[in-house]
């Protein structure tokens, strides 16, 4: 258990709905930030936060959103689902400035 | 346009025997770099890294090179084991708002008994 928690594991869903996606960090961690890793291809960065504000931002759709909460957890929101959405989506956190990340194990969205 | 490159996919090794993993980037901005590893079902786990600063890191079995005129980093695992069959990830990072690491590719090691 490396700390950091994502739920749910698995996820199945239509195109067109929308899913949400949770992320408890590592206690004492500010940082969250959330990757996409697509048909074993690398984990593209999405978004961080620190300490409930937006910090940076990737390659992150518009029907794409985050935030995070006064205790820290954050969610990562997918709407208008697309078959190409389908992906394992990361969430990992840092202390502000330690350069190692703490992974959760993930979340494997299907779009059907 | 993929700031960081691992140009093999795959690498196969016999056990005992030396894996090297390499690792190419563009940005002359990125100041620390990071392997992680992975394994199915799992998130990638933090290995070794080493700042620009340094040419080597060694931790056990394992031992990162940088080399910073060819925007080259590899990393060795000797000796190999079976357990080390996963896929490696090279990660940089430089000096941007929010520490983000840029993620190669990946490449899938497995080591053979």
């Known amino acids: 258990d490396s700390g950091v928690t994502q739920t749910p594991k698995h996820l199945i869903t239509a195109t067109g709905q929308r899913v949400t996606l949770r992320c408890s960090p590592r206690s004492g961690d500010l940082s969250v930030y959330w990757y996409q890793q697509s048909l074993d291809q690398g984990l593209q960065f999405l978004i961080q936060y620190y300490n409930g504000e937006e910090r940076a931002k990737g390659n992150i759709l518009e029907r794409f959103s985050a935030q995070q909460f006064p205790d820290l957890h954050s969610e990562l929101n997918l709407s208008s689902l697309e078959l190409g959405d389908s992906a394992l989506y990361f969430c990992?956190?840092?202390?502000?400035?330690?350069?190692?990340?703490?992974f959760g194990s993930g979340t494997r969205l299907t779009v059907v | 346009d993929q700031q960081v490159k691992q140009n093999s996919p795959s690498l196969s090794v016999q056990e005992g025997r030396i894996s090297i993993l390499n690792c190419d980037y563009t940005n002359s901005m990125f100041d620390y770099f990071l392997w992680y590893k992975k394994y199915p079902a799992e998130g990638p786990t933090f290995l070794i890294s080493i700042s620009s600063i340094k040419d080597k890191n060694e931790d056990g079995r394992f031992t990162v090179f940088l080399n910073k005129s060819a925007k080259h980093l590899s990393l060795h695992i000797v000796p190999s084991q079976p357990g080390d069959s996963a896929v490696y990830f090279c990660a940089a990072s430089g000096n941007n708002a929010g520490n983000m690491l840029t993620f190669g590719g990946g490449t899938r090691l497995m080591v053979k008994p």
């Open positions: 990992a956190s840092s202390v502000r400035h330690n350069y190692g990340y703490t």
